[in-house]
């Protein structure tokens, strides 16, 4: 706490970082202003707010605090196009879109998925391990979920769904093993074993998924034994909170405990700078004594497990049902999400809720617009990456030994 | 030894450039995977290792395993080469028939002219990624560099519908090549000026032609098709557009002369890699980044150009498939299309080499279309089962080719180690 608030006190309110930051708001402003429930219905007073933004940016770029600088053009230019396009949109269509609970409470749900594939993917490539076998292990804690889920209904009742997380994270660091075993003994490139994986994944939970239940697809009733919903009745009647709060599945509130557990151990504590260090500079680990090897096999696996318990909440704690492929690249943008957020866990959560935010917007867009401008959406986190890793917001770098299998010397 | 000589060396000398931790790991995987040491021997052996593991995902659902392979052999159309015989064919351009020792009208004909035609495109994607692979570079947006050629080549078929017909075919494939190239050198040119990792930006490339072309092609998007706005497909390119069919019935996908400009682009990529001195500087780049540089080598410009040359071959892929037999493309294709992936799996299995890739791309489209739903009898395997197998089959050959089995069998690759400490 103390560390905080001396953070704060050193804070320069006058600085390039802080206008930088008042740029960005500026530019969500000029576009939030045209929305419900303000609704401005006059394109000046965001181009107005817009330009605000873009000195503002301009001027923290001009005092060498560029990233935050080119995001807040880059803001304003958006809330102005976006503002001037809303504006000549019909207000009843607007209000069909733009309903801020139920908007934050879709994020919430689709972002889910992707925090657990994210951080998942942070403790295996913070120790130096690529893994582009997200989208694989998702499936497989997709489908592992709902089979033992399945299985355990007819003993465990209402509780299954203990079983089938338990039952989708074994499965998903049992996939993992493999991925350890190639690329930390075997020193298989790890992106080649990443690709194999994600096909292995697909083929194994597609094969098994036809063989048990074939046609038919799952049974029908695993919304009633999934994972559960938290009902807060407290917070029904507050405004604007209740609506978004009061009702989530319990895996969304397991993503935040994971989230801040993840900040403090990975941040705040030795097993998170040895994780750290294993990453960046493994001889300089190995010669102060740290075992590479197990530090790696260990977050590898555990990032196995974690990216399942994703795939799990999305087939029984979201759709309550399982496809062939029916991950279908979430996996592939909680790692964008990665990248995009720096390998840091809060802005990689920022990120998965910016990614989470384009898929309820896709989602709620048709209902007045057509779906052509839903399914454009679905490309943003993708083109927002590669603009990321192009370094236009700021550079994104990675663990510097990731990718390298390490030889004991 | 000089490949564990040189990744030692990397392994002392950390140079963080792109988000994935910079080019050094291309070392390893050049030598590992590029290399012809060992031969054919250690693909066939991986081929092998993968179709017995895949078999017994076979008996574990109570099936015979040897009754399927038989019945997926048969749909491929392989056993056209056994039936010898006495028959003839006309000359191309002529009313003249010749001598001709297989049936070309068997069951078995047809079933390899499908086979063919799934090699075709799974040949280019493996020598795009060939290519990159050459330089260092891992092209795992083959797939969307697919796409992409294939968008391009729908668009430019159904659009100038008068064009002579030769100039027509020519411009699709022409053009959808070149908005592969475009689309791979996007990623190129962030590798050779910000260092942005090759594998994260061709991954979101990939989704962003998938949902760009759920865009075009869906409902009300720009390049639906004009009669029936409920279906979510293209227009059917010209008749200019379509490549002649020279072999099988017209109506009935038969196999266009775009199988020989597949395998004309696999000598192009044999002579481009050996021959010239673009090869040349791909492959030094690709061997030792640093010591090409030393040697004069602009690291930057092969970057971006082996991607682009990359992406050409892919996007040729789909340009091909385009005007070769799909003639239009729907939707709800475009998600489920692999032809990248297994253009991938190819290369990788044949080791990178224009021989290899051609038996490799040989298997791959065999076995697709051998555990299609069109080819394998419900009543010996279901083919939904069997189009799964497939994939396992493929993900089993990615992860074992890159050990080198034998030496492993011998206990090389951990003896390496116990000496090296």
Redesign the interface.
């Known amino acids: 706490m103390t560390a905080l608030t001396g953070r704060i006190g050193h804070i320069d309110w006058r600085g390039p970082k802080v206008v930088g930051i008042v740029g960005i708001a500026l530019g969500v402003l000029a576009f939030w202003i045209v929305l419900p429930p303000v609704t401005t219905r006059s394109p000046l007073l965001s181009i107005l707010i817009g330009i605000l933004a873009i000195f503002a940016g301009i001027w923290s770029v001009s005092r060498d605090e560029k990233r935050i600088g080119f995001g807040a053009v880059a803001a304003g230019l958006a809330g102005i196009f976006f503002g001037v396009l809303a504006t000549y949109s019909s207000t009843t269509n607007l209000s069909a879109v733009v309903v801020w609970s139920s908007l934050i409470a879709a994020t919430l749900r689709y972002a889910t998925p992707l925090i657990y594939a994210a951080i998942g993917g942070l403790y295996c490539e913070r120790s130096g391990v690529v893994n582009v076998a997200l989208e694989g292990m998702l499936l497989t804690g997709a489908f592992f979920g709902i089979w033992t889920i399945i299985w355990a209904h007819s003993w465990a009742g209402s509780w299954a769904w203990v079983i089938g997380l338990t039952g989708a994270a074994l499965a998903g660091m049992a996939l993992a093993t493999i991925h350890a075993v190639w690329s930390i003994s075997l020193k298989v490139d790890q992106i080649i074993t990443g690709t194999a994986l994600n096909f292995l994944a697909l083929g194994i939970t597609g094969y098994i998924f036809i063989d048990k239940y074939g046609s038919s697809g799952t049974p029908g009733n695993i919304t009633d034994y999934g994972i559960p919903d938290i009902h807060l009745n407290f917070l029904q009647n507050w405004y604007f909170i209740g609506p978004i709060l009061g009702q989530l599945n319990l895996m969304i509130w397991l993503s935040w405990v994971l989230l801040i557990g993840t900040y403090f151990f990975v941040f705040r504590t030795p097993y998170g700078l040895r994780l750290r260090s294993v990453g960046e500079h493994p001889r300089a680990a190995d010669t102060v004594g740290i075992s590479v090897y197990k530090v790696r096999y260990v977050a590898v696996i555990a990032s196995g497990g974690i990216a399942a318990l994703g795939g799990a909440y999305l087939s029984i704690g979201f759709v309550h049902s399982f496809n062939e492929n029916m991950t279908q690249g979430i996996g592939f943008i909680g790692l964008a999400a990665l990248v995009f957020g720096k390998w840091r866990p809060m802005m990689t959560y920022a990120a998965t809720l910016l990614f989470g935010f384009c898929s309820a917007l896709a989602d709620r867009l048709p209902t007045a617009y057509g779906d052509q401008w839903g399914t454009l959406f679905q490309a943003l986190p993708y083109v927002l990456t590669i603009i990321a890793v192009a370094g236009l917001i700021g550079r994104s770098v990675g663990p510097a030994a990731a990718g390298r299998p390490y030889d004991k010397q | 030894m000089s490949d564990e000589l040189l ?2 060396e ?3 000398t ?1 140079t ?1 450039t ?5 080019s ?2 291309q070392q ?2 050049v030598s ?2 590029g290399s012809k040491a060992g031969g054919a021997l250690g693909p066939v052996i991986t081929t092998i290792f993968a179709f017995l593991m895949a078999g017994i ?1 076979v008996a574990v ?1 109570g099936k015979n395993p040897l009754k399927v392979y038989r019945s997926i052999f048969d749909g491929t159309g392989l056993n056209f080469f056994a039936h010898f015989g006495s028959y003839s064919i006309r000359l191309p351009f002529s009313t003249q028939h010749v001598w001709f020792w297989w049936d070309t009208s068997s069951i078995a004909a047809m079933n390899l002219q499908q086979t063919l035609l799934i090699t075709t495109p799974i040949i280019l994607t493996a020598v795009a990624l060939g290519f990159a692979f050459r330089c260092g570079l ?1 092209n ?1 947006g083959g797939q969307g560099q697919y796409l992409v050629g294939a968008y391009f080549a729908v668009w430019i078929g159904t659009s100038f519908v008068n064009l002579n017909p030769f100039l027509h075919v020519l411009a699709c494939l022409v053009i959808g090549s070149l908005a592969g190239a475009f689309y791979a050198g ?1 990623a190129g040119l ?1 590798k050779a000026t ?1 260092g ?2 090759e ?3 061709t ?3 990939n ?2 032609a ?3 072309g ?2 075009l092609f ?4 720009p390049l639906q098709n004009t009669s029936q706005p409920a279906i979510p497909i293209s227009n059917t390119i010209a008749d200019g557009a379509k490549l002649p069919i020279f072999w099988g019935p017209k109506l009935l996908q038969g196999l266009s002369i775009g199988i020989f400009i597949s395998v004309g682009m696999l000598v192009v990529y044999w002579v481009v890699i050996n021959r010239t001195t673009l090869g040349f500087e791909v492959r030094a780049v690709g061997f030792n980044p640093e010591a090409a540089r030393y040697g004069g080598v602009s690291v930057a410009r092969n970057y971006f150009l082996a991607m682009a040359i990359s992406g050409l071959f892919a996007g040729l892929a789909g340009a091909l498939d385009i005007t070769g037999w799909e003639y239009q493309i729907g939707q709800l294709d475009i ?2 299309s692999q032809v990248g ?1 297994i253009g ?2 190819a290369a ?1 299995l044949g080791r990178n080499t224009a021989v290899g890739i051609g038996f490799a791309s040989l298997l791959f489209g065999a076995l697709i279309n051998g555990t299609s739903g069109r080819q394998l009898d419900p009543s010996v395997f ?1 083919p ?2 069997a ?13 074992f080719v ?2 080198n089995l034998t030496t ?1 069998v011998s206990g090389g ?1 951990f003896r390496r ?1 116990r000496r ?2």
């Open positions: 990744s030692e990397f392994e002392e950390p963080p792109g988000p994935l931790g910079g050094s790991p390893n995987f590992r995977y995902a659902v891992f795992i996007i962030l910000v942005a990792h594998v994260i930006t991954i979101m490339l989704w962003t998938i949902w760009v759920e865009w869906g409902q009300q998007g998600p489920v992936f991938l799996a990788l279901s939904d089962l189009g799964n197998l497939t994939t396992i089959i493929q993900g089993l050959v990615i992860l890159g050990l492993l690759v180690r090296a400490t």
